[in-house]
């Protein structure tokens, strides 16, 4: 084994989202949300659950930070659920969910653990929904209010900020095949919503320069895997360039170059899908950040196909090693990643906000887990973040996707990704191999490879 020893004030975080964890769905005066709605219509969940409860960390908060120290990390990525703080999504606040946060953040800064927040992680006000969610231009405008009064409550505080997680999501899942929530099923939509969520993002960003202080950055996590060929014929090597910008450049381009891909836009025109956008819109996608969150877990393979009326590729799968949700072990994807974007994108801090692995874990007696793939899984893509930093990247910090496992959106329960098993019939929660293993990891500031 060789130790790699990352640079000094290298961040060792774990990462969660509200509606995921949180619980308490309406209580103190939290608003319903879009993930409430959906996942409180019938046969929209795998195994017919939802997160009413999830893991109760609004009330064991202090509970699971008391896990975190004991992990010896020193981040903290989560979210803060908009309809706790504004339930109909402007207007009047909520000061019980406003205090919930306060309350959150300086327990994290008392054990030295940085928060880093996210503002929108999916979990949208229904009642902005009712008046046409992200696909009503005003949602964006609404959206920088919202993120300019948490600026401004406790953007002292926080020092981490991230405007949105995985916008590709959001969009397409959420508005063109309807798996997750709204659950709506027009293509056409999901294109505009991509275009409101990046506009969203530009205008939290100019409120950012205007309020927080100095000392405090910005950002946006965007899903980003590699897009690669099943083959090196020229049309195979095509169909995976047009899903790359699909996934990938749709949200780099006009964040990094102030346009959006013109292969892209050549599909979209010709198929009466492109959105609506307006003059000076790409100056507001494009307004300077100070680092670039990725969420990473696998890569894709394509093959050309006319099976596919958009963009002429399907997806094909090769033997391999695959987690619980399906998704190919590629370690080498993650470097492949951050070097790319270094090399064609922006040369700004990186910070791996999502990197982890669901696997059927089973539980000893004592109620511990030795999730020997998972542990494994995240050696491997640490290797590959050091190879990274050695090649120069400004890698920042590795977050783990999750703290603890939670309600994975449409699959229920039945995804576990957490470093600390939860019992969801007592809310006990254990740690598995994997979490001290990463508490050794954190504490060393190195890895064995």
């Known amino acids: ?32 949300s879009i993930w409430d709605r959906f996942a ?65 953040v300086a327990a994290l800064r008392e054990r030295g653990i940085t928060p880093m927040a996210t503002l929108y992680h999916w979990d949208l006000p229904q009642a902005l929904q009712d008046k046409g969610g992200w696909g009503n231009r005003d949602t964006a405008g609404w959206f920088a209010e919202y993120a300019a009064f948490l600026f401004q409550r406790l953007g002292g505080e926080i020092p981490l900020w991230i405007t949105h997680n995985e916008p590709f999501v959001a969009a397409f899942l959420g508005h063109a095949t309807g798996e997750d929530a709204p659950g709506l099923r027009r293509p056409r ?53 047009r899903m790359d910008g699909l996934v990938n450049r749709q949200f780099l381009d006009p964040l990094f170059k102030g346009r959006y891909p013109e292969d892209l836009w050549r599909t979209y025109r010709t198929r009466f899908l492109a959105p609506k956008v307006a003059s000076g819109d790409l100056e507001t996608t494009a307004e300077p950040v100070d680092f670039l969150g990725v969420n990473y877990y696998t890569r894709m393979i394509h093959r050309a196909s006319l099976l596919d009326p958009l963009l002429g590729a399907r997806e094909v799968k090769p033997p391999a090693k695959r987690t619980l949700m399906g ?77 603890l496992d939670n309600f994975e959106w449409a699959h229920g329960y039945t995804k576990p990704f957490g470093l600390l098993r939860v019992d969801f019939a007592t809310q006990k929660r254990y740690f598995k191999a994997s979490a001290r293993w990463f508490a050794e990891v954190a504490r060393k500031n190195a890895v064995e490879v």
């Open 189 to 241: 939509l999901a294109v505009q919503v991509v275009h409101h969520l990046l506009l969203s993002h530009g205008l939290a960003v100019r409120a950012f320069r205007q309020i927080a202080p100095a000392s405090a950055k910005i950002g946006i996590a965007l899903f980003l895997w590699p897009q690669e060929p099943a083959t090196d014929r020229p049309r195979d090597m095509a169909a995976a360039r």
């Open 327 to 403: 998704w190919e072990v590629y370690p080498q994807g993650l470097y492949n990643m951050l070097v790319r974007l270094k090399r064609e994108y922006t040369d700004l801090p990186l910070y791996v906000t999502e990197n982890g692995a669901a696997f059927a874990d089973v539980a000893g007696p004592d109620g511990t887990v030795e999730d020997v793939d998972r542990l494994e899984y995240l050696r491997l893509h640490l290797g590959q973040a050091y190879r990274a930093i050695a090649d120069g990247v400004d890698l920042r910090g590795y977050f783990v996707w999750s703290l």
């Open 40 to 104: 409180h219509t019938s046969g929209k969940i795998a195994d017919g659950s939802n997160g009413d409860v999830a893991c109760d960390h609004y009330h064991l908060w202090r509970e699971d930070v008391d896990y975190m120290a004991q992990l010896g990390v020193n981040a903290y990525r989560f979210s803060i659920s908009w309809p706790r703080i504004f339930p109909a999504g402007t207007g009047r606040l909520n000061q019980k969910g406003l205090d919930f946060y306060r309350r959150l």
């Open 1 to 32: 084994m060789v130790l790699l020893q990352f640079p000094a004030g290298f961040l060792w975080g774990t990462a969660t989202s509200a509606y995921q964890i949180e619980g308490a769905w309406n209580e103190d005066g939290k608003g319903e």
